[in-house]
């Protein structure tokens, strides 16, 4: 009923570009906090950026200026567009939701950042 569906990850090289998307159903989309967590095996999972009500944005220190993370309301769509990737970005990127009762995470898309 309720599914978090990523997609867009793949191999890019270092400097590269990748857009990454979620498609949500099964919930009322517009009263969620969605967001974008990473995990490197050995590491504790991360968050990467978060959009909340209507538009304010949050984004760890590492990836500010270089990932943006956008949503579209119509089409249940959260999305991560990632620019200047670096090796340390290289991750399976994860979709979350919660409105603050309920929690849903995606199943992850992996994003490696090699030459």
């Known amino acids: 009923q309720v599914q978090l569906v990523e997609s867009g990850g793949g191999l890019v090289q270092p400097g590269g570009s990748l857009r990454l998307s979620c498609a949500a159903s099964?919930?009322?989309?517009?009263?969620?906090?969605m967001s974008w967590h990473r995990q490197t095996p050995g590491k504790e999972r991360e968050l990467v950026a978060a959009?909340?009500?209507?538009?304010?944005?949050n984004y760890a220190d590492s990836v500010k200026g270089r990932f943006t993370i956008s949503k579209d309301n119509a089409k249940n769509m959260v999305y991560l567009q990632m620019k200047s990737l670096k090796p340390e970005d290289t991750a399976v990127y994860y979709c979350?939701?919660?409105?603050?009762?309920?929690?849903?995470w995606g199943q992850g898309t992996q994003v490696t950042v090699s030459s």
């Open positions: 959009i909340g009500n209507p538009d304010s944005t």
């Open positions: 979350y939701g919660t409105n603050g009762v309920r929690r849903y």
């Open positions: 099964g919930f009322a989309f517009s009263g969620y906090v």
